[in-house]
C-alpha cells in the first residue's frame, strides 16, 4: 500500500506534458537552448520577411529606373533629377558614375583611359555596396541553418543527461516518469529543426535572388560604362 503512494507521488509531478509544462520542467540548460532556439526563429523570420520586401522594392525600382534610362532622356536632366536623394539600385551606379564623369571633366581630364579606368573603379566599388546592402543578414540564416539543429540536439543530450540522474535518484523506472523527461528533451531538438529548416530554405531562395539582382546591377553598369566611353572619346 505504501509502495502504491510512493509511486503516485512520483508520477503526479510528471503527468502534464504539455509543451508549456516540459519547458517549466527543464534543466536551466534546456531552457537556455529553447529560448535562444525560439529567439533565432524569431529573428530569422524577420529577416526573411525584410529581404522579400527590400528584393520585391528593388525590382520594381530597377524596372522604374531601366525604363527612364532608356527612354531617350538625357544623361544630364536624368542626374539633375537624382541629385539631393539617396539613390539605391541602379540610380546609385548611375549617380555614381554621372558624378565622376562630371569631376574629371571639371579637372580639365585629357586621357580618356583614364576616365575610363576611374569611372570602371566608381562602378566595381558601387555594384559592392549595393551588393553587401543585398546580402546583409543572410549569413545569420546560413548561421541557424547550419548550427540550428546541434544547438537543438546539444539540448536534448543534456536533457536526457538530467533524466536519467532523475530517475536514478528516484529509482523509478515506468513510462510515467521517463516519458516526460524525454519528450522534454526532445522538445530542444525538434525546436532546432523548426528554426534551421526554414532558415535554410529561405537562405537559399534569397541568396539565388540577391545573386539575380547583382548580375543586373553589374550588367547595367557594363552598359553605362560603354556609353560614357563612347561619350568620353568624342568629348577628349
Given at each position: 500500500m505504501g509502495d502504491g503512494v510512493t509511486d503516485a507521488v512520483l508520477v503526479a509531478p510528471f503527468?502534464?506534458?504539455?509543451?508549456?509544462?516540459?519547458?517549466?520542467?527543464?534543466?536551466?540548460?534546456?531552457?537556455?537552448?529553447?529560448?535562444?532556439?525560439?529567439?533565432?526563429?524569431?529573428?530569422s523570420w524577420a529577416i526573411i520577411f525584410d529581404k522579400w520586401l527590400l528584393f520585391s522594392r528593388s525590382r520594381r525600382q530597377m524596372d522604374?529606373?531601366?525604363k527612364v534610362f532608356w527612354s531617350g532622356q538625357s544623361l544630364e536632366d536624368l542626374y539633375r533629377s537624382l541629385t539631393g536623394r539617396t539613390p539605391t539600385g541602379m540610380a546609385s551606379i548611375f549617380v555614381a558614375a554621372m558624378r565622376e564623369w562630371k569631376r574629371s571633366f571639371e579637372a580639365g581630364a585629357r586621357s580618356p583611359i583614364g576616365l575610363q579606368s576611374r569611372i570602371d573603379k566608381v562602378l566595381d566599388v558601387t555594384i559592392g555596396r549595393e551588393t553587401a546592402r543585398l546580402e546583409r543578414r543572410l549569413i545569420f540564416l546560413a548561421t541557424v541553418g547550419s548550427a540550428g539543429p546541434f544547438v537543438g540536439l546539444f539540448g536534448t543530450v543534456w536533457g536526457?543527461?538530467?533524466?536519467?540522474?532523475?530517475?536514478?535518484?528516484?529509482?523509478?523506472?515506468?513510462?510515467?516518469?521517463?516519458?516526460?523527461?524525454?519528450?522534454?528533451?526532445?522538445?530542444?531538438?525538434?525546436?532546432?529543426?523548426?528554426?534551421a529548416i526554414p532558415a535554410v530554405v529561405a537562405y537559399n531562395k534569397l541568396s539565388a535572388d540577391a545573386s539575380k539582382l547583382s548580375q543586373r546591377l553589374a550588367g547595367f553598369a557594363d552598359e553605362f560604362s560603354a556609353i560614357l566611353s563612347r561619350q568620353a572619346d568624342e568629348r577628349v
Open positions: 503527468g502534464d506534458i504539455s509543451l508549456i509544462s516540459l519547458f517549466l520542467q527543464a534543466h536551466i540548460v534546456v531552457k537556455a537552448v529553447i529560448v535562444g532556439l525560439i529567439l533565432a526563429s524569431i529573428w522604374r529606373f531601366e536526457i543527461m538530467t533524466s536519467f540522474q532523475a530517475i536514478a535518484a528516484s529509482k523509478n523506472t515506468s513510462l510515467a516518469v521517463v516519458a516526460p523527461g524525454i519528450a522534454e528533451a526532445l522538445l530542444a531538438t525538434a525546436l532546432g529543426l523548426l528554426a
